[in-house]
Nanobody, 115 residues
Framework: QVQLVESGGGLAQPGGSLRLSCAASGITFDIYAMGWYRQAPGSQRELVAG???????NYANSVSGRFTISRDNAKNTVYLQMNSLKVEDTAVYYC?????????WGQGTQVTVSS
């Protein structure tokens, strides 16, 4: 059974930081591309950051320079370090594992940025 479990969400002030983690089980983690997505109320789910099997990263323009995605294959975990948080970063954050034709989603973790 595949499980992706996100953690690390919560409340942060504008300008603050949070670190999200996504622990995977039930898959051969190091052959999957991993990504972080987010969905704000009334909006579509959007890609925030992705990391390939080889460690190549890509970011949405809105988070480039503030967020960093990384992976630890020994721990079957992908991380999202979020710095300089803005109110507009408020959303539910989801991790996703991709290896076509398979893809798996986590249940999400809420991130709220508010003063």
């Amino acid at each position: 059974q595949v499980q992706l479990v996100e953690s690390g969400g919560g409340l942060a002030q504008p300008g603050g930081s949070l670190r999200l983690s996504c622990a995977a089980s039930g898959i051969t983690f190091d052959i999957y591309a991993m990504g972080w997505y987010r969905q704000a109320p009334g909006s579509q789910r959007e890609l925030v950051a992705g990391i390939s099997r080889a460690g190549r990263t890509n970011y949405a323009n809105s988070v480039s320079g503030r967020f960093t995605i990384s992976r630890d294959n020994a721990k079957n975990t992908v991380y999202l370090q979020m710095n300089s948080l803005k109110v507009e970063d408020t959303a539910v954050y989801y991790c996703k594992a991709d290896r076509l034709p398979w893809s798996y989603w986590g249940q999400g973790t809420q991130v709220t940025v508010s003063s």
